[in-house]
């Protein structure tokens, strides 16, 4: 395996780019793993990554059934923040935060993390107040956090509906270490890295059942043969149910809804943060990528669904609130947009958890916010794994919190993925 510097890449270029080595291996399945974590996405390859370069772990597969990155980990919007206040998320999303800053030189990789700042319109004296205690919160335990003024804002993203807007702005809350990433590009680092130290990465192996026996896991039926395992870890986003029904455990908090994303031709350079508004039941997140494309989104489809494709009226939803916000873009034409299906939980709060089979463990319920979540998420589901307790972090993260009402988030907005889209 080539360690990537630029010396690699003045190398290479002498000999016409022709003996760059493969990233990662395409290997056959084994008929029996230490440990399977089914799931290609950003959540289970990070798993992967950290059970081996953590823990030491040895034999470990990940299964895929379609190709790395395919699902939601290739098609969201990237925003990677931590401005959380609870205790429950706040260390959680710091350490996250703090993993990307370091990503790219961790996995030699250029993840294209650009700490571009996060910016949050404030829209009335309520939301300014109540923002002004998360954002307190966050500097006195140690994340970045400002509240700015509206001339601030002003100066820093002068395009916006400042005049005619339907929900006027006063000012913002802003976290300048937060920012967005490539998306693709972490599946394919993370998966290189693991592959490095070892790890098989099985794609278009689809798991069609789940083995157990005397209340243990003992592997799994895939569309490539059965594969023993001692232990298996459930990392597949938007299709966590289907495989909870496949191991016989009855319903999951969890419905699966589709959220879309939209990049319209590319642009001039026009904004360099990611900037965010929710106000009046409208939700709108805007950012611009490398190539110069308007990346934005907005809500949830609002119905439950298998399918990674949206419908017109969140394609309208979401342009007025792009035109609302930077009535600028009236006449850029849309290039793409395209959905994902979201595990959206009951309280908008994620699971990394042990589940009622010993040996099998659940990472789930990551809802619109799992890019962000990606590295911690694969760090202390693999430290889970490995040692088969949860870390003090991650205590609150599991299915018995709907029994004693633990609240994980700040919102508390309710049970249902409505409340939380
Ligand atoms: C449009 C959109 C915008 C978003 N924007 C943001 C954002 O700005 N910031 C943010 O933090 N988060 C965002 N998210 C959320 C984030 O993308 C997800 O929470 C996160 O990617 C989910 O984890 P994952 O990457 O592991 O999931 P996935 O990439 O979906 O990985 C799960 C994998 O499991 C595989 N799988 C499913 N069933 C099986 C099976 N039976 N056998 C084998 N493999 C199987 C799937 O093929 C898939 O590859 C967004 C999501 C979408 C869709």
């Known amino acids: 395996m080539t360690r990537y510097s630029a010396w690699s890449v003045i190398k290479n270029g002498f000999s016409g780019q022709k003996n760059w080595s493969r990233v990662w291996r395409d290997p056959e399945p084994k008929s029996e793993y230490d440990t399977i974590i089914v799931g290609g996405g950003l959540h289970g390859l990070a798993t992967a990554y950290y059970l081996a370069k953590n823990h030491g772990m040895k034999n470990i597969a990940v299964v895929e059934k379609g190709w790395l990155g395919g699902g939601n980990g290739g098609r969201n919007t990237t925003i990677v923040r931590s401005n959380y206040m609870m205790p429950g998320s706040r260390f959680f999303y710091e350490h996250s935060l703090k993993l990307w800053e370091q990503l790219s030189h961790e996995l030699n990789y250029n993840v294209m993390f650009s700490q571009r700042a996060h910016i949050s319109l404030l829209h009335s004296p309520a939301a300014r107040d109540a923002t002004a205690r998360r954002y307190n919160t966050m500097r006195l335990t140690g994340t970045d956090a400002e509240i700015w003024s509206l001339d601030q804002l002003k100066g820093a993203v002068p395009h916006l509906n400042y005049d005619n807007a339907r929900f006027p702005i006063i000012g913002a809350a802003v976290q300048r270490r937060a920012g967005t990433a490539r998306h693709d590009a972490v599946a394919w680092g993370y998966a290189r890295a693991a592959d490095q130290l070892g790890v098989d990465i099985l794609q278009n192996c689809e798991v069609t059942g789940v083995r157990r026996g005397n209340g243990k896991i003992t592997g799994l039926q895939t569309s490539r043969g059965d ?195």
């Open 227 to 421: 594969i023993s395992a001692n232990k298996v870890g459930f990392a597949v986003a938007g299709n966590t149910s289907r495989l909870w029904q496949m191991a016989e455990l009855g319903k999951l908090p969890i419905e699966s809804h589709k959220l879309q994303a939209f990049v319209s031709e590319p642009l001039k350079p026009l904004l360099d943060q990611v900037v965010v508004f929710g106000v009046g039941g409208a939700h709108f997140y805007i950012s611009q990528s490398d190539k110069g494309g308007m990346v934005f989104g907005g809500d949830l489809d609002w119905y439950k669904s298998y399918a990674q494709r949206g419908n017109l009226p969140i394609v309208q939803d979401v342009c007025e609130a792009a035109t609302s916000i930077l009535p600028c873009l009236g006449r850029v034409r849309l290039l793409r947009h395209w959905a994902g299906v979201m595990d959206m939980s009951m309280d908008g709060s994620p699971f990394i958890c042990k589940t009622p089979i010993e040996n099998l463990y659940l990472n789930a319920g990551w809802n619109y916010g799992g890019f962000k979540a990606s590295p911690a998420s694969g760090w202390y589901f693999a430290d889970l794994i490995a040692n088969d307790r949860p870390n003090p972090v991650i205590e609150g993260y599991n299915l018995q919190r709907f029994e004693r009402g633990v609240n994980i988030d700040e919102r508390g907005a309710g049970p249902d993925p409505k409340l939380h889209g």
